[in-house]
């Protein structure tokens, strides 16, 4: 025994474990790619039903025949049922893919330029003041994946980023108070967007459509959206699918410069900022 282990041992090249590392990298992206989204629980499911199928096999613990039988031939059709079920995050993994965030993660700029503070400053002055007059906001950042087909459903505004401005849009009773204000190029591209809403089930009730909006376009793409809410003044953000709530104005600052400022790594892939998960909030 000791012998045939020392020589599968002499066996193994260079490029079996290059081969190996690249296997256990990529399942560990895939695994950080789907934590702690509906992917997870769907996938432990899908264990479920593997598992079931081999013990109520003939080789199983339990010959259950008819019901192997049933579980074989949903097995049959169930690689399309998890191309409609993992569609989201599909869509999700391959845009990371494209970005190179699987391989390098994102890169990070050196510094904080002078318009990028400008920027973080007017937005978080918005939201406080909309906050404390409990004015409901829904303010979109674009970042890598575009999200044109999203911009095009409001009002074109071009207009640059501004305190006064974001607080005027969402006055109450105006035209575009109920859309979405989208930031392209650190500019107001437009305003009274309409945003995809999220189909995640497990959303407290109480959370009414800019949140469920908010939670949808960061589902769609890696945008980061601010939501205000209009009933308690209460500062969330979405980002990945994940929703993060109780914010304040120097909570939400330092989420914004992280998005730029640089960190220990050159490169690095998910940045997880979460004040308190939604699942929490019930």
Request: glycine letters at 8%; aromatic letters at 8%; one cysteine or more.
């Amino acid at each position: 025994m000791a012998m045939q282990l020392k020589d599968i041992i002499m066996s193994i090249t260079l490029w079996d474990v290059i081969d190996m590392a690249v296997i256990a990298y990529v399942f560990y992206k895939l695994f950080m790619l789907i934590r702690e989204t509906r992917a997870e629980q769907l996938i432990k499911g899908i264990f479920v039903l593997v598992f079931a199928t081999w013990a109520s096999g003939p080789s199983g613990f339990f010959p259950l025949y008819t019901v192997n039988w049933l579980l074989r031939n949903t097995m049959t059709v169930g690689v399309i049922a998890l191309l409609i079920v993992f569609q989201p995050e599909l869509r999700r993994a391959l845009e990371f893919l494209g970005r190179g965030g699987i391989i390098f993660g994102k890169p990070l700029i050196e510094a904080l330029d002078k318009e990028t503070k400008t920027l973080i400053d007017e937005i978080t002055a918005a939201v406080q003041v909309l906050a404390k007059k409990k004015t409901g906001a829904l303010i979109v950042l674009e970042r890598e994946t575009g999200i044109g087909e999203f911009v095009e459903t409001g009002i074109n505004l071009d207009a640059d980023v501004s305190s006064q401005l974001l607080q005027t849009i969402f006055a109450t009773n105006t035209p575009l108070h109920d859309g979405a204000v989208i930031i392209r190029d650190k500019r107001i591209a437009s305003a009274g967007c309409l945003l995809p809403l999220t189909e995640n089930q497990s959303l407290s009730k109480e959370l009414g459509t800019r949140h469920r909006a908010g939670l949808g376009i960061s589902e769609h793409s890696d945008a980061i959206a601010i939501i205000v809410s209009e009933e308690t003044g209460v500062i969330s953000t979405a980002k990945g699918g994940r929703l993060s709530r109780y914010l304040d104005g120097k909570m939400l600052k330092e989420m914004l410069i992280s998005q730029y400022k640089p960190q220990e790594h050159k490169y690095r892939g998910f940045l997880k900022w979460r004040v308190k998960d939604v699942q929490d909030d019930k």
